[in-house]
């Protein structure tokens, strides 16, 4: 079993920015790809971003690219979201996920995630 805990999220202006981290036990984090999604109130969960095993490959949204990072440290277990230049509408529950399977690359379906974190809720404000 897996267990990711997300923490981060809060209130903040629009163009401010945020810093999610989701920590995960387990010693079998860095053979895993991770990735980020949210969910915004009325709407389907949606992608967002995708870092590698080895943190050298990552995919975005391309509502977000450009504007969010998302970086590992696998001696810490932990994979973050460094979210700028926020706007109205990355108000959301943010989501960190754990790959199903320990491939290489990066992914974007939600199917091919395993585990899920209980999410943590970004409210960006005019």
């Known amino acids: 079993q897996v267990q990711l805990v997300e923490s981060g999220g809060g209130l903040v202006q629009a163009g401010g920015s945020l810093r999610l981290s989701c920590a995960a036990s387990g010693r079998t984090f860095s053979g895993y790809a991770m990735g980020w999604f949210r969910q915004a109130p009325g709407k389907e969960r949606e992608f967002v971003a995708s870092?590698?095993?080895?943190?050298?490959?990552?995919y975005y949204a391309d509502s977000v690219k450009g504007r969010f990072t998302i970086s590992r440290d696998n001696a810490k277990n932990t994979v973050y979201l460094q979210m700028n230049s926020l706007k109205l509408e990355d108000t959301a529950v943010y989501y960190c996920?754990?790959?199903?399977?320990?491939?290489?690359?990066?992914?974007?379906?939600?199917?091919?995630?395993?585990?899920w974190g209980q999410g943590t809720q970004v409210t960006v404000s005019s």
């Open positions: 870092i590698s095993r080895e943190g050298g490959s990552t």
């Open positions: 996920a754990k790959a199903r399977l320990a491939l290489p690359g990066v992914m974007s379906s939600s199917s091919a995630y395993d585990f």
